[in-house]
T-cell receptor
Framework: AQSVTQLGSHVSVSEGALVLLRCNYS??????LFWYVQYPNQGLQLLLKYTSAATLVKGINGFEAEFKKSETSFHLTKPSAHMSDAAEYFCAVSGDAGGTSYGKLTFGQGTILTVHP | KAGVTQTPRYLIKTRGQQVTLSCSPISGHRSVSWYQQTPGQGLQFLFE???????NKGNFPGRFSGRQFSNSRSEMNVSTLELGDSALYLCASSPRDSPQETQYFGPGTRLLVL
């Protein structure tokens, strides 16, 4: 079965500082990996996804993530945090073996990002 | 294109009642997935429908059910509500149910069970 671990349920940074949100996955098959963001009282919005093309994936709002198979990681970064980045971020994996992957994303527990002025 | 819409946005029910939530996917999308989000358990997959057929199901009791109509709109039903069913219910649509497809989420229905 697939699983996702997000290290750090809360991350706090200053405006302009580097954002690093950690995600490690477990999968028996080559995974497809996603980062979503959720603002209060809203649904999830896709930031970026990895589908076995380039290992460095660029997304919206200046975010990017690097797929590292040897480390089973897909960490999310942004060079300079903005106040508007404050939200909850979810890493997710799909593509389980045995035909159980239809329409199913397995999510990490989420990381709440706080940005201080 | 209009995004995924969910109705109602908020709902209050009492234990033992049943509830039906509705989801309209993005036009042209044939796959609809449902998730439950709670502070304790996070985001958990309920089930997925594609072309009116349930193709995948998460680990939830039979009180949770769903269906999809020929226009791809989907409903989920929870019978005999329990306090623990209080959650944000999210639906997501995608063109196909391939694992590399992006799922586009609606704003959710917040259910409170008293």
């Amino acid at each position: 079965a697939q699983s996702v671990t997000q290290l750090g349920s809360h991350v706090s940074v200053s405006e302009g500082a580097l954002v690093l949100l950690r995600c490690n996955y477990s999968s028996s098959v080559p995974p497809y990996l996603f980062w979503y963001v959720q603002y209060p009282n809203q649904g999830l919005q896709l930031l970026l996804k990895y589908t076995s093309a380039a290992t460095l994936v660029k997304g919206i709002n200046g975010f990017e993530a690097e797929f590292k198979k040897s480390e089973t990681s897909f960490h999310l970064t942004k060079p300079s945090a903005h106040m508007s980045d404050a939200a909850e971020y979810f890493c997710a994996v799909s593509g389980d073996a045995g035909g159980t992957s239809y329409g199913k994303l397995t999510f990490g527990q989420g990381t709440i990002l706080t940005v201080h002025p | 294109k209009a995004g995924v819409t969910q109705t109602p946005r908020y709902l209050i029910k009492t234990r033992g009642q049943q509830v039906t939530l509705s989801c309209s996917p993005i036009s042209g999308h044939r796959s609809v997935s449902w998730y439950q989000q709670t502070p304790g358990q996070g985001l958990q997959f309920l089930f997925e429908y594609f072309s009116e057929t349930q193709r995948n199901k998460g680990n939830f009791p039979g009180r949770f059910s769903g269906r999809q109509f020929s226009n791809s709109r989907s409903e989920m039903n929870v019978s005999t509500l329990e306090l623990g069913d209080s959650a944000l219910y999210l639906c997501a649509s995608s063109p196909r149910d391939s694992p590399q497809e992006t799922q586009y989420f609606g704003p959710g229905t917040r259910l409170l069970v008293l």
